[in-house]
């Protein structure tokens, strides 16, 4: 039998194919376009302010300890790439969730063989808009208490080792509610049972969190992995029900 965790890598790879293949190849362009035209904007603000913002965050360190901060400076490069990181895919997921949700909604179409769904419309699409782009900030209200508590972290000298390793496994659990939201909230299931659901599936939900956090970490790449993440979460919603 397979080990839990290692189902996620699994329904990320079908996500893929899913979102490649011709019945569902129009539903993700607008997601695409949208992700590739923020990821540049970031890249091009990022690689400008980058290095300043890690110096921002090492702490200073006297001079008999200098020789630690080569020790540390991958470590604060580390962080701040996680930072960004988190940046973008919280941006471009609010902005993309109309469509995400509308995607999902596709996949679980093609994944069951029925259509409970409405037929596509421009209309139906636009009424998704209030739906989802609630549903984003319920996300970003569980987000961002918990990511200043981490940024605070960052900024104590000695104890912001361990900052970063933290970020890594809050970034994972954020990637599997990110994702996996879509389907659920297609299926009006309530944020708290939501996530009461993932918990039970913990070991499952780290799993695709985690290989969805590595794919999305990956420059241009990502771009595709998002809408394929969106389908890998409507083939865990499908089969781990």
């Known amino acids: ?11 990320l790879r079908e996500g893929l194919k899913l979102v490649l293949s011709p019945s569902l190849r129009l539903f993700v362009l607008l997601p695409l376009a949208v992700n590739l035209l923020l990821f540049v904007g970031l890249i091009y603000f990022a690689g400008h302010q980058f290095s300043l913002w890690v110096d921002s965050l090492m702490p200073s360190l006297p001079s008999w300890l200098s020789f630690l901060n080569y020790v540390l400076w991958p470590l604060f490069v580390a962080l701040v790439a996680l930072m960004v990181f988190f940046t973008f895919t919280m941006l471009a997921n609010i902005i993309a969730a109309p469509f995400n949700g509308f995607l999902a909604e596709k996949v679980e179409v093609v994944v069951r063989g029925t259509d409970d769904f409405p037929a596509f ?49 809050f970034g994972i659990w954020m990637m599997a509610i990110q994702y996996i939201d879509y389907p659920a909230d297609n ?30 970490m990956i420059p241009f790449v990502n771009i595709l992995m998002m809408p394929a993440a969106v389908a890998g979460a409507t083939l865990f919603w499908v089969r781990e029900r």
């Open 187 to 216: 299926h009006k299931m309530s944020w708290q049972d939501m996530l009461a659901w993932l918990r039970e599936k913990r070991w499952q939900s780290l799993g695709f969190g985690g290989i969805t956090y590595l794919a999305l």
């Open 121 to 169: 419309s421009w209309a139906e699409l636009m009424a998704m808009v209030p739906r989802t782009l609630g549903r984003e900030m319920r996300k970003l209200g569980y987000f961002l208490p918990r990511a200043l508590a981490l940024f605070i972290l960052s900024l104590i000298p000695v104890i912001n080792i361990i900052a970063a390793p933290l970020w890594l496994l």
């Open 1 to 11: 039998m397979q080990a839990p965790v290692l189902s996620g890598p699994q329904y």
